[in-house]
Structures are given as structure tokens and as C-alpha cells.
């Protein structure tokens, strides 16, 4: 990543269009790549190489390995705390590697390549199928973006909105690895259990998934109930769904700072299997790409209108019918930011950068309280959020769900200046503490602010982490800008 001085200079370049390389791939040539949603982490790539078969991948690390060069690894760029990108690494870029490789409809199993990003998957399941009676869907993906890779999607072990699921380790059988040495290996809870554990969750410094084998579970049709509620009734709300049989679910809450709904009321939306006999008819209420960016202004310009507008809007989609899989997609606009710092008349560049909290789920009501008072005191501008549930991960190294917790995702805007940057560094500071106050933790995706404390209260196996990627890598051919942040900040115990 670059200095802080040398990111306000490269920023205005590109603001003014005058580095222009941006994203130009596939060059002989250094570029300069940036993550999608929070455009905080550019970095100067020695150059961008696009892998396109598993053999070109052994060939890529063989060759940094003979020459001595460092390799980042990209899916769809949406991680926000630099673990795509390392500074003059070479960059191998995955998007090139979306085939289907095996699709095994009786066990429920698809092996794909590793940058197929989720609507391709998707598509290409549901056209296979068409018609069977017994169809097979993916079991979970992110919300609020579609175009990221099942590699990256590995790589964080992320999750969706499921009510009962695990993160995504449970949703993977088997995958192939290649290694430091250029060697495939793979990788699956027998054949190199260690390195599945490490690498489920290791933001990519294990080595390049080729591919994965993913576990898929039958493609359901469900009903969407929606309704307003308080945050308070939220844990026993979410209770009585589960127990209802519903399967997914999410709460939107109230981010209108001035209101005393703030944090405290929202929208609280889940899915419930109907018979497969259904129907579901064509024009049914969506929200398309231009109420989207109206949302999004309002969200910046309008709270309280923000809140109204999707409350009415989810509220009269009650009772709508979806399939399991697509309803997880979303619409997702690039460089929405862009228009609305315009639109705003802002001052200077914004973007948003998110965070995710976990707490207990006892602990969710008074952790939201203690938010509620840190955002107005500090002056936070929370753009949107949601609260989740996650069941427990007992499998990966680096497992972020340590219990069944609640999930809570803020999405805080960003001002790009020094100060900007460091306000919202301290927002997401306080937000681990208070995670931390009951027992919480935090995802390592979005972004490196946290403390060296922070980092060792939530993730204790941290240090034991950078010594088995020196184990499994020992001339560190995998980099990021993210792993040489935390090599530093750990430099003393390594
Ligand atoms: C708007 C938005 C919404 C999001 N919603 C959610 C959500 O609902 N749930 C959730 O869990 N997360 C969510 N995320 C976080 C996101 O899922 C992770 O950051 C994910 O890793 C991004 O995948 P990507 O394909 O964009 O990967 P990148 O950002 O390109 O890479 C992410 C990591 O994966 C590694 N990687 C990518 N491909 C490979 C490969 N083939 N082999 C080895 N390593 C690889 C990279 O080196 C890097 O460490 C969201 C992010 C954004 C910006």
C-alpha cells in the first residue's frame, strides 16, 4: 500500500485522469489497483498477470519462484484492508478461471474454478437444471454485492444471511491448492486437513486456489415475510422464526441519527420454504438499479426518508415468493460514490468502508445502546447496516464465529483526507472495544485499524497464524500489504 502521502498524491492522479492505469490489466508494466467498494487501498503492482488454467498457475509460481518475486492474489477486489494487493508484487488476477469444471447432481456437489464469480455459479445452475423436479443451489453467499469469487468468498470464509448456517467453511468439501512450491495440492478435511483449516480464512497467503468443491443444497422456493420491529424484540424475534422453520433472514435497522428509532427499530425481513408447487409470478415488486441510487442519496442526504422509503418498500413485498439461491443476489452499483459526492456538492472524496461486529446474542440489545451514544457523541455518519446471525465455526484456523453470534455490519462513511481517515479509524476502534465489552469480536476483511490488542483479545491463535504461513511458505512468495502490516505489528513474537 502506499504512504499516506504518496495515496492523497496517487488519488488526485487518478481523480485528475492522469495516472490513468488504474485498471489496465494483464501489463508488462507496474498499475496501480484499488479494492472496489472503500477505493482506500491503492497499491503499485509490479504487474497484473490473469491466470487462465491451473497448469499457467504452477507455471506463474514456479517462475516467481526461480526469479524471487512476490505474488498478491485478487478475486473480485471488494476486501477492503489490503490482503488482495501487495505493494511491486506481482498481481495474478483470477478473473480469467470461471469454469465449471464438474457438476455431480446426485451427491450435490460442484467443482468450479476458483475466480467464478457468483452470479456466473448461479446462472449456470439454474439453466443446467431447468426443469428437473429436484434441483441443487448454493447454500450461502455475501449480501450486497454479487461480483466476488468463490475464491475470495474461501479466502475470508464469508456468510450470508442464513439463520442456522456456519460460515463458509461447512459449505466446502474440497479444494486444490497451489502451493509455494508450485505443487497442486488438494486440500480437504483428510488429505492436508491443516492446510484446509489455515487456508479456509487465510486471505491467500497459503498459496492460490485453483479450485473448489462446493457442497449445495436443494434449491427451495420461500415466502419473505417482513415487519417493522423494535431492536429489543429482535433475539426473540429471530427465535421464533428458526423455530417456524424459516431459513433466512436479516434485520435493516434505523440509521437516522436524529430519531429515537436510530439503532433501535428496522426492518426485519425472512424467508420461509413454501410448497414447491408455488408459484412465482413474473412482476413481482423489486426495487431497480434507479430506486437503488435513490436509496443511497437518501441515505446520505435524507435518513429519515432513507428509512421510510425502504421500510414501505420491504413492508409491500411481504408475502412475495423466491427461489433460495437468487433471492441472495443484490444490486450492487460500482463507483456509486462518485456520482453522489457530486450530487452531495461534497467537499472532497468519500466512499463507505464496512465493518462487522459479533456479540453474543444476549449482549446485542445493550451493545446497540452503547453504539447508539458513541455515534451521536462522535458525530458518526452510518450510512447502512444489518444484523445477522452465524452459527459456530469449529473448523477453520482463524475462525471469526467463535459462538453463535449476532452479526452486526456497519457501513460508516469515509472521508478521504488525514483527518477523515483517521476519524473513521477511531470509530472502528471504539466499535471493536465495544464489541469486546461483551465478549465480541470482529471480521478481519474490511479493514487493518484494529490495535495489536484488539486483534489478540478477538483472534488469540493470531501470532500462532503469520508462524504457520512462514511454516507452510518459508520464503513468503505470498504476500499483501495486509500480512506485511500484521508481520510488522508482530514482528517481536514471530
Ligand atoms: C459491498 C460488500 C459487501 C460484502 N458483503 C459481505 C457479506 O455479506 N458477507 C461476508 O462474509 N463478506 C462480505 N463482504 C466481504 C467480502 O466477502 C470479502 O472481502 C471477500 O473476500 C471478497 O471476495 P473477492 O472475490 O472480492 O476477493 P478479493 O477482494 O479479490 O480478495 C480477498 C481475499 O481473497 C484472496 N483470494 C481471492 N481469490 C483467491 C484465490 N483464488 N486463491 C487464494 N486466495 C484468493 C485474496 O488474496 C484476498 O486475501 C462484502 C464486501 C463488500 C465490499
Given at each position: ?286 426495487f431497480s438499479k434507479e430506486d437503488w441510487d435513490r436509496l ?17 418498500y ?181
Open positions: 500500500m502506499l504512504t499516506r502521502r504518496e495515496f492523497f498524491r496517487e488519488s488526485a492522479a487518478v481523480a485528475l485522469g492522469l495516472s490513468g492505469c488504474t485498471w489496465r490489466f494483464w501489463e508488462a508494466t507496474p498499475s496501480l489497483v484499488n479494492d472496489i467498494h472503500s477505493q482506500l487501498n491503492p497499491t503499485r503492482v509490479a504487474r497484473v498477470v490473469r491466470a487462465e488454467s491451473p497448469e499457467g498457475l504452477q507455471g506463474l509460481v514456479r517462475s516467481a519462484r526461480a526469479e524471487g518475486n512476490g505474488l498478491s492474489i485478487a478475486g473480485g477486489r471488494h476486501a477492503m484492508g489490503g490482503q488482495q494487493f501487495g505493494t511491486d508484487t506481482i498481481l495474478v488476477d483470477m478473473t480469467g478461471m470461471r469454469r465449471v469444471l464438474r457438476f455431480d447432481a446426485g451427491r450435490g456437489e460442484i467443482e468450479v474454478e476458483a475466480g467464478i464469480q457468483w452470479p456466473e455459479l448461479i446462472d449456470y445452475l439454474v439453466q443446467e437444471q431447468r426443469g428437473r423436479a429436484r434441483q441443487w443451489g448454493i447454500a450461502q453467499k455475501q449480501t450486497g454485492a454479487d461480483r466476488l469469487s468463490v475464491g475470495g468468498a474461501l479466502a475470508a470464509n464469508i456468510h450470508g444471511r442464513g439463520l442456522r448456517l456456519k460460515p463458509f467453511i461447512a459449505d466446502v468439501e474440497s479444494f486444490v491448492l497451489v502451493d509455494a512450491a508450485g505443487t497442486p495440492r488438494t486440500c480437504d478435511r483428510r488429505q492436508n486437513a491443516e492446510l484446509f483449516r489455515l487456508a479456509i480464512g487465510g486471505y491467500g497467503l497459503f498459496g492460490i486456489i485453483a479450485s473448489v468443491t462446493l457442497r449445495l443444497g436443494l434449491r427451495r422456493r420461500l415466502e419473505r415475510v417482513v415487519e417493522v420491529i423494535p431492536v429489543e424484540d429482535l433475539m426473540p424475534a429471530f427465535e421464533k422464526r428458526m423455530a417456524d422453520g424459516f431459513l433466512f433472514g436479516d434485520f435493516q435497522y434505523s440509521t437516522d441519527v436524529a430519531s429515537d428509532d436510530f439503532l433501535r427499530r428496522g426492518v426485519f425481513s425472512c424467508y420461509r420454504p413454501v410448497d414447491e408447487n408455488t408459484p412465482i409470478p413474473e412482476g413481482q415488486k423489486e443511497l442519496y437518501l441515505s446520505h442526504a435524507d435518513k429519515k426518508r432513507a428509512f421510510e422509503e425502504y421500510s414501505a420491504y413492508l409491500s413485498t411481504s408475502g412475495q415468493v423466491y427461489w433460495s439461491d437468487t433471492h441472495q443476489l443484490s444490486v450492487y452499483i460500482d463507483d456509486y460514490h462518485q456520482g453522489l459526492d457530486r450530487r452531495l456538492g461534497a467537499p472532497g472524496r468519500a466512499t463507505e468502508m464496512i465493518t462487522e461486529i459479533y456479540v453474543p446474542r444476549n449482549a446485542l440489545a445493550r451493545f446497540l445502546e452503547d453504539v447508539r451514544q458513541d455515534f451521536r457523541q462522535n458525530r458518526v455518519n452510518l450510512i447502512y447496516g444489518t444484523i445477522r446471525l452465524i452459527e459456530r465455526d469449529d473448523e477453520s484456523f482463524l475462525a471469526w464465529a467463535r459462538e453463535p453470534y449476532a452479526c452486526v455490519i456497519f457501513n460508516l462513511d469515509v472521508v478521504h483526507s488525514p483527518q477523515g481517515l483517521e476519524r473513521s479509524g477511531q470509530a472502528f476502534r471504539r466499535l471493536i472495544d465495544l464489541a469486546i465489552r461483551y465478549g465480541g469480536s470482529y471480521y478481519l476483511t474490511y479493514h487493518r485499524f484494529a490495535t495489536r490488542k484488539q486483534l489478540e483479545t478477538c483472534y488469540p491463535q493470531f501470532a500462532e497464524f503469520l508462524r504457520l504461513k512462514r511454516k507452510h511458505d518459508p520464503e513468503e512468495r505470498f504476500q499483501s500489504d495486509w500480512y506485511r502490516h500484521y508481520k510488522a505489528m508482530f514482528a517481536d513474537v514471530l
